[in-house]
């Protein structure tokens, strides 16, 4: 009976323990699964996440190569090469590049060596948000380019070109226009010549007056183009037509637009970035003296300051306007200077006793005035063109004309000064003083332009480039799961 109730009772055990360890083993199997379940599910949405990250960097590095090459700026072209610019485009090879991501299928021996523990699939792609270059009249293109220069330009230039506003602000020199006032006085002093005048008591005669100017007048009418450049056939005959680029998209509302808001930015920190967008500028953009011959216009900084279709209206209209500013520099210098305002008054009373009228000198001292500012102007004119440098104001040293070779009209001179401003300052300082929109998308209109001069990119658009983006990405996993991922990237 003992020996009985003995394996009664280890049977009895025996049986304990297996419901012990079944219990047990239930247990930590679903511990198990739960925490294989959770692993899939978290290593799914690390997966979601690395291969968004991949795609995105994918994306952002098939910025346009020319773009690049000739500018200095990254951007997405979301055309790729057609004629459509398009969200769908950027969103098609975002979703090519997750999907690879995803795939095994190029794992060499993946059929065995392999299987897909997370099972992640991609869902759909969007774009949520973009900033395109052409943004906020042009104001994105701006921050690139400033972004683009801003380590190669000392803030020494930046000091010196505040300086050189003041200076023109302070004398006016941009807001009168020198030669209206100097036909003014010609037209004045011509109502004189044929008068009647009484020499003696019943005695008249008719008065003859020659304008001390009339050489210099004469030499004038050919054209300051023609007197500032040694070989006038010579210059550039290109032109571009405007239609269908950038402004002219703008002004028919035809340009596409990104979602994503501009950072607002101080006064300082506006003035400043005018000035390194101007330093891009002069940077890739060619002008009189450094042309690019591969450019579809080669003087392009005029054309920023000018905004002609033709090298030769754009290189005119800027050198009118450098003369018109030496002029007005050179005539307050005249005005200052003791001596040579004495040559001018003496030459003045000289014509005036000739003629018995008094009362012309202060006419004929306000042209002779102009006209000898006028051929300063043009030899300041010819200096910067030919690689010299003229100050905004002069002094004694720094003039070059007498007065009895400026009044008959010898101007063939030119100098190679070496103190003051060069061409390419003066070209700072009119960019300056000009609109900065109007400034912005004339250049727009030069990249368009001189990229479409490129193979391959006959329709290329700068509203079609994003310089940033958002991006919605849908995953699916197995049992049911999803995982939404949404990021953000940008050039620099």
């Known amino acids: 009976m003992g020996k009985d109730r003995d394996e009664i009772m280890e049977k009895s055990s025996n049986a304990y323990l297996t419901v012990c360890v079944a219990l047990c083993t239930a247990v930590i199997l679903s511990l198990f699964l739960v925490l294989i379940d959770g692993v899939r599910r978290n290593g799914g949405r690390l997966e979601a996440e690395c291969v968004t990250e991949i795609g995105l960097y994918s994306v952002m590095a098939e910025y346009h190569r020319e773009l690049m090459k000739q500018f200095n700026l990254f951007a997405i072209d979301a055309s790729y090469g057609t004629v459509t610019c398009s969200k769908t485009n950027t969103e098609a090879h975002l979703q090519k590049y997750v999907e690879k991501n995803l795939d095994y299928g190029d794992v060499i021996f993946s059929e065995y060596l392999y299987r897909d523990f997370l099972g992640l699939e991609a869902g759909p792609v969007e774009v949520t948000k973009v900033s395109i270059l052409t943004d906020h009249g042009g104001a994105v293109f701006r921050r690139c380019a400033a972004e683009a220069i801003g380590a190669d330009v000392g803030l020494e230039v930046f000091e010196q070109l505040q300086g050189w506003i003041r200076t023109i602000e302070v004398n006016g020199l941009e807001e009168g226009n020198a030669e209206e006032e100097k036909r003014k006085l010609d037209e004045e002093i011509e109502k004189y010549d044929g008068m009647e005048v009484e020499i003696q008591e019943n005695q008249w005669d008719t008065l003859r007056i020659t304008n001390p100017t009339s050489a210099l007048e004469e030499k004038k009418r050919l054209g300051l183009l023609k007197l500032v450049v040694e070989d006038e056939e010579a210059l550039s005959r290109n032109a571009l037509d405007m239609t269908g680029l950038i402004w002219d998209r703008s002004e028919k509302g035809g340009l596409s637009q990104g979602n994503i808001p501009q950072r607002e930015e101080s006064a300082a920190e506006q003035l400043a970035e005018r000035f390194f967008f101007q330093e891009y500028l002069l940077k890739y953009l060619g002008r009189y003296g450094k042309e690019n011959a591969e450019d579809v216009l080669r003087y392009q900084i005029e054309y920023l300051i000018a905004g002609h279709e033709s090298d030769v209206d754009n290189l005119r209209s800027v050198i009118n306007r450098l003369c018109l500013m030496r002029e007005a520099a050179n005539a307050v210098y005249l005005l200052t200077d003791e001596t040579k305002y004495n040559q ?60 009895e070779s400026a009044l008959q009209g010898e101007l063939d001179d030119v100098g190679k000064g070496d103190r003051g401003l060069s061409y390419e300052d003066y070209l700072r300082v009119l960019m300056m003083l000009g609109d900065k929109e109007t400034l912005t998308m004339r250049a727009m209109n030069m990249v368009e332009a001189d990229i479409r001069n490129t193979s391959g990119n006959f329709a290329f658009r700068l509203d079609g480039c994003y310089v940033e983006l958002e991006a919605k990405l849908l995953f699916y996993g197995p049992g049911g799961c999803s995982y939404e991922i949404i990021r953000r990237k940008k050039y620099r």
Request: net charge negative.
């Open 344 to 403: 001018i008054k003496a030459v003045a009373e000289f014509v005036c006793t000739l003629i018995l009228l008094p009362e012309l000198s202060s006419l004929l001292e306000g042209a002779i005035v102009l006209g000898w500012a006028f051929a300063e102007s043009v030899y300041d004119v010819k200096t910067l063109l030919s690689g010299g440098r003229v100050p905004l104001l002069k002094d004694g040293d720094s003039w070059h004309y007498g007065l």
